[in-house]
């Protein structure tokens, strides 16, 4: 697999996601074997279509004041809050790599993720019938995938500064009672995104094939 | 005819929900388009259409638990 980086810098949803449908479709059409795109987001809330009546605790003031949007994503799942502490990693990767099994890709993602926080020497866990990265209990990492043309988009959300977690208040998560965490909460010292970024590089470089180096048919 | 089934998608996924529909009973699909979107717990599927024709005899619903294998619709190559 031949990985191209992308970073978007801090970036609005909905500018993020046109930027990535364009990398999608270059993947799609052959010019970019895979692709992982990095960014963060000016504060919002992304609602997918299953999204249940109550997950939203909110009200249009409470968002307004806060400097929160509320994005309709055209995507299936619940509700989720995304905002410029927290890291995202966008993997546009053939399935194909994966043995077309979602739940393998899923499982490489955590086990990356996982990595990653251990390189600060935070020891994330999964947790049995959850996806994510959890540590003491509570969740460090979330992960919600799509998949098109066999093609995966959407990805990884890793929470890095505490002073974001705050706007997790404004909704049950994925429409559960969890509590989230932070990178900088488990090491309880400040971090800059930056210092995450350069770990997840040279992290790729390391062990890129832990995350991609499976082949259909192997 | 061809039969748009769900396909297998990975180990120890047995259903899925249908949450989305492309296009409605009648319409003209091409190969490859997505026709219909499907969601588990932490994924959110696309299938694309195996073959071009006109999509008929649809199923499954939006909402609806669609097991692996499960027929979802068929398409008529003919017309």
Same mark, same amino acid.
């Given at each position: 697999?031949?990985?191209?980086?992308?970073?978007?810098?801090? &970036?609005?949803?909905?500018?993020?996601?046109?930027?990535?449908?364009?990398?999608?479709?270059?993947?799609?059409?052959?010019?970019?074997?895979?692709?992982?795109?990095?960014?963060?987001?000016?504060?919002?809330?992304?609602?997918?279509? /299953? &999204?249940?009546?109550?997950?939203?605790?909110?009200?249009?003031?409470?968002? /307004?004041?806060?400097?929160?949007?509320?994005?309709?994503?055209?995507?299936?799942?619940? &509700?989720?809050?995304?905002?410029?502490?927290?890291?995202?990693?966008?993997?546009?990767?053939?399935?194909?790599?994966?043995?077309?099994?979602?739940?393998?890709?899923?499982?490489?993602?955590?086990?990356?993720?996982?990595?990653?926080?251990?390189?600060?020497?935070?020891?994330?866990?999964?947790?049995?019938?959850?996806?994510?990265?959890?540590?003491?209990?509570?969740?460090?990492?979330?992960?919600? &995938?799509?998949?098109?043309?066999?093609?995966?988009?959407?990805?990884?959300?890793?929470?890095?500064?505490?002073?974001?977690?705050?706007?997790?208040?404004?909704?049950?998560?994925?429409?559960?009672?969890?509590?989230?965490?932070?990178?900088?909460?488990?090491?309880?010292?400040?971090?800059?995104?930056?210092?995450?970024?350069?770990?997840?590089?040279?992290?790729?470089?390391?062990?890129?094939?832990?995350?991609?180096?499976?082949?259909?048919?192997? | 005819?061809?039969?748009?089934?769900?396909?297998?998608?990975?180990?120890?996924?047995?259903?899925?929900?249908?949450?989305?529909?492309?296009?409605?009973?009648?319409?003209?699909?091409?190969?490859?388009?997505?026709?219909?979107?499907?969601?588990?717990?932490?994924?959110?599927?696309?299938?694309?259409?195996?073959?071009?024709?006109?999509?008929?005899?649809?199923?499954?619903?939006?909402?609806?638990?669609?097991?692996?294998?499960?027929?979802?619709?068929?398409?008529?190559?003919?017309?």
């Amino acid at each position: 697999m031949d990985l191209k980086l992308f970073d978007l810098g801090l &970036i609005d949803y909905p500018q993020a996601l046109s930027r990535q449908r364009e990398i999608f479709q270059a993947v799609y059409a052959g010019q970019l074997d895979s692709a992982l795109i990095t960014c963060r987001h000016y504060p919002v809330i992304t609602m997918g279509r /299953q &999204i249940k009546a109550g997950n939203l605790l909110a009200s249009k003031e409470d968002l /307004q004041r806060g400097g929160v949007v509320l994005y309709q994503a055209e995507r299936g799942g619940d &509700i989720t809050y995304h905002g410029p502490g927290q890291l995202m990693v966008y993997p546009i990767f053939r399935l194909d790599y994966f043995k077309r099994d979602i739940h393998l890709f899923l499982r490489k993602l955590e086990e990356f993720v996982i990595r990653l926080l251990g390189d600060f020497g935070v020891m994330a866990q999964t947790r049995p019938g959850l996806t994510g990265a959890w540590w003491n209990e509570q969740k460090i990492a979330s992960i919600g &995938i799509a998949i098109k043309k066999w093609i995966t988009f959407h990805g990884l959300a890793i929470n890095i500064k505490s002073d974001d977690l705050k706007n997790f208040s404004l909704i049950r998560p994925c429409g559960m009672d969890i509590r989230m965490t932070s990178l900088e909460s488990a090491l309880g010292r400040a971090l800059e995104i930056g210092e995450v970024k350069e770990a997840l590089k040279r992290r790729l470089e390391d062990d890129q094939s832990s995350l991609t180096g499976i082949r259909r048919g192997d | 005819m061809t039969r748009v089934v769900l396909p297998e998608l990975g180990a120890g996924i047995e259903k899925a929900t249908l949450s989305y529909w492309y296009f409605q009973d009648g319409d003209k699909v091409t190969e490859k388009d997505d026709l219909v979107e499907l969601t588990t717990d932490k994924a959110t599927f696309n299938l694309p259409s195996p073959c071009s024709g006109r999509l008929i005899e649809i199923s499954f619903r939006e909402g609806d638990s669609v097991n692996i294998g499960d027929s979802l619709a068929v398409i008529d190559e003919e017309q």
